[in-house]
C-alpha cells in the first residue's frame, strides 16, 4: 500500500532554515506530481507547493514564494521542502500528498511533520 | 489565492442530512470542475472524500456526495453518523497548477 512518511521537523529560531522530507513507498513514485500541504495549529489546511512527476515544474503559494523550496529525488522516492527565512506564521504541520494529476486531487497522505518557529 | 469560504460549523443529529458548502470565484470553483472534499479527524491526516466535483473514490461511502452550481460547490453528508464528526475542507484548483483549500468546516452530531 502507498506509504509517505515525512521527517526533518523540530523547533527552529525565526529566520533560520530547515528541510523536511517525504519518503515514498508502495507507488511509482516518480509518475507522480508531490503536493506540500500545512496546518498552523488549530487552523486549517494551506496548500504549500506542487512539484510535476519529473520535478521540471513547480509552484507556490505567495506565502511561501521566494523562500521555500521543493524538489524531489526519483532515485530515492523522496520529496523534499527547503524552507528559508522562516518566521512565527511558518509553524504548522506539514503534510506531503500524492497527487492525481488528471483529477487534480490528493488520494494518499502523510502523517505530516510538525515544524515549530519559536525564539 | 484567498481561501474558499466554508461555515465555520454544521451540526445535524443522527440519520439526518447536512451540507456544507464551498463558495470561490470565477477564477476557482467556477471555472475548473476540479474540487475535491477532504475528511479530517482530529490528530490524524485529511481523507479524500471527494474528487472532480461529484465524484467517489473507491472505498468512500456513497453517503457523501458533491454538487457544484457556479461559483459554489457543495458537500452533502447522508444518513449522518457519529463517526462523521470531523472537520471537512473544500479544496479547488485554481489555475497555473496552483490550488486554495476552503477555511474548513466543523461537523457535530448532536
Known amino acids: 500500500q502507498v506509504q509517505l512518511v515525512e521527517s526533518g521537523g523540530g523547533v527552529v529560531q525565526p529566520g533560520t532554515s530547515l528541510t523536511l522530507s517525504c519518503a515514498a513507498s508502495g507507488l511509482a513514485f516518480s509518475s507522480f506530481g508531490m503536493h506540500w500541504v500545512r496546518q498552523a495549529p488549530g487552523k486549517g489546511l494551506e496548500w504549500v507547493s506542487l512539484i510535476s512527476y519529473d520535478g521540471s515544474g513547480k509552484t507556490y503559494a505567495d506565502s511561501v514564494k521566494g523562500r521555500f523550496t521543493i524538489s524531489r529525488d526519483n532515485s530515492k522516492n523522496t520529496l523534499y521542502l527547503q524552507m528559508n527565512s522562516l518566521s512565527a506564521e511558518d509553524t504548522a504541520v506539514y503534510y506531503c500528498?500524492?497527487?492525481?494529476?488528471?483529477?487534480?486531487?490528493?488520494?494518499?497522505w502523510g502523517q505530516g511533520t510538525l515544524v515549530t518557529v519559536s525564539s | 489565492q484567498s481561501a474558499l469560504t466554508q461555515p465555520a460549523s454544521v451540526s445535524g443529529s443522527p440519520g439526518q442530512s447536512i451540507t456544507i458548502s464551498c463558495t470561490g470565484t470565477?477564477?476557482?470553483?467556477?471555472?475548473?470542475?476540479?474540487v475535491s472534499w477532504y475528511q479530517q479527524h482530529p490528530g490524524k491526516a485529511p481523507k479524500l472524500l471527494i474528487y472532480?466535483?461529484?465524484k467517489w473514490p473507491s472505498g468512500v461511502s456513497d453517503r457523501f456526495s458533491g454538487s457544484k452550481s457556479g461559483n459554489t460547490a457543495s458537500l452533502t453528508i447522508s444518513g449522518l453518523q457519529a463517526e462523521d464528526e470531523a472537520d471537512y475542507y473544500c479544496?479547488?484548483?485554481?489555475?497555473?497548477?496552483?490550488?486554495?483549500f476552503g477555511t474548513g468546516t466543523k461537523v457535530t452530531v448532536l
Open positions: 479544496c479547488s484548483y485554481a489555475g497555473r497548477a496552483t490550488y486554495v
Open positions: 472532480e466535483d461529484i
Open positions: 500528498a500524492k497527487y492525481e494529476t488528471t483529477g487534480g486531487y490528493c488520494d494518499h
Open positions: 470565477s477564477s476557482d470553483v467556477g471555472t475548473y470542475n476540479l
